[in-house]
């Protein structure tokens, strides 16, 4: 969560790539990877995560997604639960 909070690509392939739980929730707010890289707008790092697998339906404790935790238009239609996964990770790959 650390490493997609603050945008670190990198880190998050390494982590992923050696089994750290994608969909994980922190203690405190049950907020995803993917949660963390929306609130802090790293627009690479939620396409990232979505190729990656992590879940759009994950929910906080307040029982919040992603798309619930953004006010930014171009996030919202990156999360946009009505997207395939074809058109996110296409997206991905154009940036």
């Given at each position: 969560?650390?490493?997609?909070?603050r945008?670190?690509d990198?880190?998050v392939?390494?982590?992923?790539?050696h089994?750290a739980?994608?969909?994980?929730?922190?203690?405190?707010?049950?907020k995803?990877?993917?949660?963390?890289?929306?609130?802090?707008?790293?627009k690479t790092?939620?396409?990232?995560?979505l190729?990656?697998?992590?879940?759009?339906?994950?929910t906080?404790?307040?029982g919040?997604?992603?798309?619930d935790?953004t006010?930014?238009?171009?996030?919202?239609?990156?999360?946009?639960?009505?997207?395939?996964l074809?058109?996110?990770?296409?997206?991905?790959?154009?940036?």
């Amino acid at each position: 969560m650390y490493a997609a909070e603050r945008g670190m690509d990198d880190l998050v392939c390494l982590l992923v790539q050696h089994k750290a739980p994608i969909d994980d929730h922190d203690q405190i707010h049950g907020k995803t990877a993917l949660m963390f890289a929306t609130v802090n707008h790293h627009k690479t790092t939620v396409e990232l995560l979505l190729s990656l697998g992590a879940k759009l339906t994950a929910t906080d404790y307040e029982g919040r997604t992603a798309y619930d935790l953004t006010d930014s238009t171009l996030l919202r239609k990156i999360l946009n639960p009505q997207r395939s996964l074809l058109e996110r990770i296409s997206t991905f790959f154009k940036s």
